[in-house]
């Protein structure tokens, strides 16, 4: 579907039982992820019950808006005329609680192992609002 302003983004389910609260949370401008209550453990992707301990209750909990980039790859194969081609899918290290993280950046950056990144919220259709990466300004 194409419209004036260019072809419609694909749209996550925001409202999903299990990831609905990622999104609540980005509304917010704010990067939760699901923990288990019991035992704490980062559960990521979100799940019913804990795998460590088994217990069935967990909340989300707002975790740093900072990370440290472990790889990324750049698609150059147009596959939906929404994201044109080339850009850069990043894999991020959400600092200090264990969760990996992938985002995108337009064109081909110059990008190091490492470097810092931080988390941005970008505002889709529909009110859909999605966490994204990119690499930190160097005078911050
Ligand atoms: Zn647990």
Excluded: I
């Excluded at 260019?6 to 949370?25: E, I, K, M, N």
């Amino acid at each position: 579907m194409t419209g004036p302003a260019g072809p419609s983004r694909l749209l996550p389910v925001d409202d999903d039982l299990d990831t609905g609260p990622f999104f609540a949370a980005a509304r917010r401008g704010e990067l939760a992820l699901q923990h288990c209550t019991a035992c704490g453990l980062l559960l990521h992707v979100p799940k019913a019950y804990c795998h460590r301990c088994g217990s069935w209750e967990t909340d989300w909990r707002v975790v740093p808006g900072r990370g440290s980039l472990l790889t990324w790859t750049v698609v150059t194969h147009q596959v939906h005329p929404a994201h044109p081609v080339p850009y850069t899918v990043v894999l991020v290290a959400v600092d200090g609680c264990g969760a990996h993280l992938v985002g995108s950046l337009p064109g081909r950056p110059e990008l190091a192992t490492g470097q810092p990144m931080e988390v941005w919220f970008e505002h889709l259709d529909h009110g859909v609002v999605l966490p994204n990466w990119r690499p930190v300004a160097p005078h911050e």
